[in-house]
């Protein structure tokens, strides 16, 4: 019984992690240009925004958002994403904290 009670609870945490990184979210890709004016966050790791940086661009990444919430509570803003887990898992996120994501630009072909 016991071993039936540690399958379930395995699957149902991969059920979870799958849903919050890959089941993919309703936002719109836009270009930067549609971004001019707008907040945008951006959500890839250090490295990938040192090496192509974006402009204007408020850079958060994913692991940091908890703690700098406060600085966009309640706007709609876009966010900046490398790939397809990072914009699903950001917006998620972003939306437990009260902030609205309008859109994603992205910053790598694949996503």
């Known amino acids: 019984m016991a071993g039936i ?8 945490a991969a059920v979870l992690i799958g849903y ?3 089941w993919p979210v309703n936002t719109k890709r836009i270009s930067i240009d549609e971004a001019a004016g707008h907040p945008v966050i951006d959500v890839r790791d250090w490295q990938e ?10 850079h958060i990444p ?12 309640g706007q709609e803003v876009y966010i900046a ?4 887990v990072e914009r699903n898992f950001s917006v998620r996120l972003l ?3 009260n902030i609205h994501v309008k859109g994603f630009i ?4 694949s996503a």
Do not use: Q, T
């Not at 009670?5 to 149902?12: K, S």
């Not at 994403?81 to 397809?84: E, G, P, R, T």
């Open 5 to 12: 009670i540690m399958i379930a609870a395995v699957l149902v």
């Open 20 to 22: 919050k990184r890959y």
């Open 49 to 58: 925004a040192n090496r192509l940086p974006l402009a204007g661009a408020e």
């Open 62 to 73: 994913c692991g940091y958002i908890p703690r700098n919430a406060g600085k966009f509570g």
């Open 81 to 84: 994403a490398a790939s397809a």
């Open 95 to 97: 939306k437990k904290y």
């Open 106 to 109: 992205c910053m790598n072909e």
